[in-house]
């Protein structure tokens, strides 16, 4: 199920967006959700409509779909802290102020990887004054990517122990 929150933003709200094309989420992104939904009162997981991947629109709903049925995995206290949603033709920085999020979660499996969000984080705090939270993989997911599951995939190997 998809849980939803009423607009607006309660005053001391800890709000935060996590997104990214999540093609497919994989363990390492229901790592970083559940950890930061123990951080935030409000975690929403958003799926970005690339135009120049071209999904088609049942692939982002059944993307969507799965995403739900990983989260509603985890422990009642985080589940319910989430809202997972497709969203596109916006900034992801535009998207967080649009719903009255004042933090971007995002993770990092290298050094990399790291400093390429640390650049990001700063556009964005330019931009809009949205703050980045960068969560590091744990080490055991540090090689889980979805690039990896889809080449995996794409051979016809099973990657089911890097899905949810």
């Known amino acids: 199920m998809t849980h939803r929150f009423p607009d607006g933003n309660p005053a001391g709200e800890r709000r935060a967006v996590y997104a990214g094309s999540f093609d497919p989420f994989t363990l390492g992104h229901l790592s970083i959700a559940e950890r930061a939904a123990a ?11 690339n135009s120049a991947k071209a999904p088609l629109p049942q692939a982002l709903e059944s993307r969507r779909d799965a995403i739900v049925r990983a989260v509603d995995k985890l422990p009642e206290a985080l589940r319910s ?4 949603m497709v969203y596109s033709g916006e900034l992801t920085v535009d998207l967080a102020s649009r719903l009255g999020a004042r933090w971007l979660v995002r993770g990092a499996r290298t050094a990399t990887e790291f400093e390429s969000e640390m650049a990001l984080a700063d556009i964005n ?3 809009a004054g949205v ?5 590091p993989a744990l080490p055991e997911l540090a090689s ?11 051979y016809g190997r099973d990657a089911a122990e890097f899905l949810p």
């Open 39 to 49: 951080i935030f009162d409000r975690l929403i997981i958003a799926i970005g409509y």
């Open 81 to 84: 802290r989430c809202e997972v």
């Open 125 to 127: 705090r330019r931009l």
């Open 131 to 135: 703050e980045t939270v960068i969560i």
């Open 144 to 154: 889980c990517s979805s690039s990896v599951v889809r080449e995996l995939r794409s």
